[in-house]
């Protein structure tokens, strides 16, 4: 019988932003470490020398490549292609070294620079894929308006993209839709991702108050959300709204003027270090996203106690929520629908109550306990 602990590596590109990967990442592979034994080395090719978002176990090697990709933001389309083809050469050697020397049982990719190669290298380990996008929004190019070399570039990419992941040992995918519209794959199974964190107790959904956690970027529907609330702060003077989230606010606080939403009861805040306070100085939680890959932070609200209206976009919500259970889903990009559906709750208290409690037991399905069960079981299976 073979007890040595199982050795797993990731391959993520870097640790220092405060995202969701980068979260569910350090998670994951800190409790596989702590309560599993396994030996995990994450291999990052970007951000050498930033500090960690979050803290990571002292038992997890971190190796970094030094490839900068993030060279390429700078870079103009046509200029991009070559100078990443000329990283990814470097990649595919410095990584091909390290996996040789490591000889892990399995590599997980989270399905960015080194999907185009890892299945090639011949370490002995078994290749898993982890994408934490809906496929609709997986690498989205654009290419409705785009030039020509940019849609042949989209078209070659998807192409190349599917020959790879058929090569891959697993596939894993955030819900059981998504993992459907992989119609091509036989290898593709469904891990939701686990909750960050188990609040100390549930808010008492006595404050007037309305929250949203959302970068602030065209596909998480801040603009929708407050052509919302302003049809909302109408009906309800004493009821206010904030927004946590990282990114540019300036186009949204502009659209606050030009809806004259009330100021003093609707604020845009930057990104918090203490969500869970957020969440417990509430009393109703609202994701107005154009589409979600999973959604955790409706998850993170649940856990909390708070009922949820979300749209019912692709492809996370109604993989979590159970409409008229445990929150509201209301029409996908609907602004009246999801106007109405806030009202409704900030009127009905005693339904207020009965979601969030509902929302509570719910929310003990993504606990990291359970899920990485799953994960390990997985990882036996291969």
């Not at 990052?44 to 930033?50: I, P, R």
């Not at 100078?83 to 049982?105: F, G, N, S």
């Not at 970068?215 to 049809?231: F, P, T």
Request: aromatic share 10%; net charge positive.
């Amino acid at each position: 019988m073979n007890d040595k602990p199982l050795k797993i590596v990731y391959c993520t590109p870097a640790l220092y932003m405060a995202g969701g990967v980068e979260r569910v990442l350090t998670l994951k592979a800190n409790y596989f470490a702590e309560h599993f034994g396994y030996d995990i080395t994450i291999i990052l090719t970007d951000g050498k020398g930033k500090l960690f978002a979050y803290p990571l176990s002292d038992k997890i090697k971190v190796v970094n490549l030094d490839i900068n990709f993030e060279e390429l933001w700078t870079c103009s389309f046509i200029k991009k292609i070559f100078v990443y083809l000329k990283k990814q050469r470097v990649y595919k050697r410095k990584l091909t070294a390290e996996l040789m020397r490591i000889r892990p049982d399995i590599t997980i990719s989270t399905l960015r620079r080194e999907i185009n190669f890892i299945t090639s290298i011949k370490d002995g380990s078994k290749k898993v894929g982890e994408l934490h996008v809906n496929r609709a929004n997986y690498r989205n190019f654009q290419t409705e308006d785009a030039g020509v070399v940019k849609r042949v570039f989209a078209r070659l990419w998807s192409y190349n993209l599917l020959t790879h992941l058929r090569k891959l040992d697993k596939l894993v995918v955030l819900t059981e839709k998504d993992k459907k519209s992989w119609k091509e794959l036989d290898s593709v199974t469904a891990i939701p991702d686990p909750l960050s964190f188990e609040p100390s107790s549930v808010s008492h959904l006595a404050e007037k108050r309305v929250v949203a956690v959302a970068r602030y970027s065209h596909e998480k529907g801040i603009d929708l959300l407050l052509n919302a609330w302003a049809v909302v702060e109408n009906s309800c003077s004493e009821w206010r709204l904030d927004v946590y989230g990282d990114g540019d606010r300036e186009a949204y606080e502009r659209l606050i003027d030009q809806l004259r939403i009330d100021r003093s009861r609707c604020c845009l805040h930057g990104r918090t270090n203490d969500v869970e306070r957020a969440y417990m100085q509430s009393s109703l939680f609202v994701l107005s996203s154009r589409f979600e890959g999973f959604g955790m932070v409706i998850v993170e609200a649940m856990a909390c106690g708070l009922p949820v209206v979300a749209f019912d976009c692709p492809w996370g919500p109604r993989s979590i929520i159970t409409d008229g259970e445990d929150g509201i889903l209301a029409e996908n990009g609907n602004v009246g629908a999801l106007a109405e559906e806030l009202l409704c709750m900030i009127e009905h208290p005693e339904e207020r109550q009965r979601m969030g409690a509902n929302a509570v037991i719910k929310s003990a399905r993504y606990k990291i306990d359970r899920l990485a069960k799953d994960w390990q079981q997985l990882f036996e299976s291969l």
